[in-house]
């Protein structure tokens, strides 16, 4: 059953009450309690934040099957997009990271230095490979969004290579919940276990709602900018199962170890229509590493060993 939208003409109050994880968009957009009887609209005007982005940010947080329309994506602020993204990475590290942290250590105690060890370095592991995850987003991806705004992106990037490599950071995440429920010694303390429980599977549903967003608000909103930059038209992904004589010459490139940028020169073709054939490549075979790909091309004789 489709979920009723929220509109600007709606009390904010109202929202939060619609659902209260609400509250963490609230704050993560620059904006905060006290605010009475005021509309969403009301509200966003006086913070300075976009009533249309804030609610579209709060529509998909709601319902991950909530696909925006262009119309809609048209009047996002990219801008407030990346402060709720960048507030969001803040909120797991400084706060959400450090609180799991500490409860796995009280959660730990009566253990033996075996326990101990392997938990506390597949956490840190986890923690690790997030942080890396965000530095990507923050050195590389933001900058760019931010760059296309300000008319003077680098055209060596484009959000497809985002796209094509973009992952919510799940599976270790998985594994730590299975170990804490699963392996862990009868002396472990319960309501410990249900603590560092309970945190871990809210970590893992906001990063979740943290990755929809960026990949139905972020991604579709950039696509459409570098659409609009462009001249040449977007290549349409292709829905068919075999590869087309385009996307074969584009697989020899990948094969002989061309950039996005060296391929699209080669073809005179855009960098976003290459990335493009590359999803539809990907998709098609399967197989996502460069290893893998020119595994393929030489067993279907496409270049020779």
């Known amino acids: 059953m489709k979920k009723e939208l929220l509109s600007p003409d709606m009390k904010m109050a109202e929202v939060m009450n ?8 609230l704050e993560r957009v620059g904006l905060s309690f006290g605010f009475g009887d005021e509309t969403v609209d009301e509200v966003c005007r006086r913070g300075g934040v976009n009533a249309e982005t804030f609610l579209l940010i709060c529509n998909v947080y709601l319902d991950e099957s909530y696909t925006p329309s262009r119309e809609v994506l048209e009047k996002v602020d990219l801008r407030d997009v990346l402060r709720y993204l960048r507030l969001s990475h803040s909120y797991y590290q400084d706060t959400v990271v450090k609180s799991l942290r500490a409860a796995l250590d009280v959660l730990m105690e009566p253990c033996g230095d075996t326990h101990k060890m392997i938990i506390s370095r597949f956490f840190s592991d986890y923690t690790d490979e997030l942080s890396k995850h965000f530095e990507y987003e923050e050195t590389v991806v933001f ?20 796209e094509y490599q973009h992952s919510d950071v799940q599976e270790k995440l998985d594994d730590l919940k299975k170990l804490i429920m699963t392996y862990l010694p009868a002396q472990c303390e319960q309501q410990l276990i249900q603590r560092a429980l309970s945190e871990l599977f809210t970590l893992e549903t906001d990063l979740h709602k943290h990755t929809i967003i960026e990949d139905n608000i972020l991604i579709p909103a950039v696509n459409r900018l570098e659409d609009i930059e462009s001249a040449e038209p977007a290549a349409e992904e292709d829905t068919s199962d075999a590869l087309s004589a385009r996307e074969k010459e584009i697989l020899v490139g990948v094969d002989q170890g061309l950039l ?20 539809n490549i990907s998709r098609k075979t399967g197989i996502k590493t460069i290893a893998g790909l020119t595994a393929y091309a030489i067993l279907n004789n496409l270049v020779e060993l």
Do not use: W
């Open 18 to 25: 619609r659902d209260f994880s609400l509250s963490g968009v």
């Open 143 to 162: 900058p760019y969004v931010e760059a296309m705004l300000d008319d003077s992106a680098d055209e060596d990037f484009s959000i497809g290579q985002y």
């Open 260 to 279: 996005n940028k060296e391929i699209a020169a080669k073809y005179n073709i855009s960098i976003h229509t290459v990335i493009t054939h590359r999803k």
